[in-house]
């Protein structure tokens, strides 16, 4: 009797990935079949919708619609869709937000074949499926202090380098106001200047600048 195959459907911008991921996954596997690809969020729920993949593997960096927004949406007309996250993405926040969406795995894509393979078959069965160094990158995230939507647009801003002043400007805030978010910032992060704030707020995921 043959056993039921684990369809997957592969969410990545590009299309040489999605390609190279094709050629893994299938390479031996015959418990693996890919039923479908995506290139960018929104096309990722409507396959996702038509196929109905025993597993999504999700890109974060995706155009339009991102991949924990395409994760949500998903989640959302089906809290038991199961997702892995394959991601260049490695900061503690972006792993947060991926797993407090609803994805039940996080690789990074420098991981091995049989990594990946080993955790499409964990969340398959219903398992999590985290590696040690990105479970404690976890724990990092947890044992942060959070900070508020107001203070991550101010940190977004003081990244592209702008002083206080631009920052209320664009945000619609009192400068004095700003100067208290900055504050607020320098000691949430454990950083001594602006610079400093920006290196670690890059490094952790808690934000991304646009190439």
């Known amino acids: 009797m043959t056993a039921t195959p684990i369809t997957l459907?592969?969410?990545?911008?590009?299309?040489?990935?999605?390609?190279?991921?094709?050629?893994?996954?299938?390479?031996?596997?015959?418990?693996?079949?890919?039923?479908?690809?995506?290139?960018?969020?929104?096309?990722?729920?409507?396959?996702?919708?038509?196929?109905?993949p025993t597993v999504t593997i999700m890109d974060l960096q995706l155009p339009g619609q991102s991949g924990v927004e395409a994760i949500i949406a998903i989640r959302r007309e089906d809290p038991e869709a199961r997702v892995l996250v394959l991601t260049t993405f490695d900061g503690d926040a972006d792993i947060q937000r991926a797993l407090e969406a609803g994805a039940r795995g996080y690789l990074l894509k420098s991981v091995r074949r049989t990594t990946l393979i080993e955790a499409v078959r964990a969340v398959a069965s219903g398992q999590r499926y985290l590696p040690p160094a990105t479970a404690a990158r976890l724990v990092e995230a947890m044992e942060a202090e959070r900070l508020t939507p107001r203070e991550l647009d101010v940190l977004r801003l003081l990244a592209l380098g702008q002083?206080?002043?631009?920052?209320?400007?664009?945000?619609?805030?009192?400068?004095?106001?700003?100067?208290?978010?900055?504050?607020?910032?320098?000691?949430?992060?454990?950083?001594?200047?602006r610079t400093e704030a920006a290196v670690v707020a890059l490094r952790r995921g808690l934000i991304h600048l646009e190439p």
Do not use: S, Y
């Open 163 to 193: 002083r206080n002043r631009e920052i209320a400007e664009n945000l619609g805030l009192a400068e004095p106001t700003v100067k208290i978010h900055v504050n607020n910032l320098l000691r949430k992060l454990q950083v001594k200047d």
């Open 9 to 52: 459907l592969i969410v990545d911008d590009h299309p040489v990935v999605r390609d190279g991921l094709v050629a893994i996954l299938h390479q031996g596997e015959p418990d693996l079949e890919v039923v479908g690809e995506a290139g960018d969020g929104r096309e990722a729920v409507t396959a996702w919708r038509t196929l109905k």
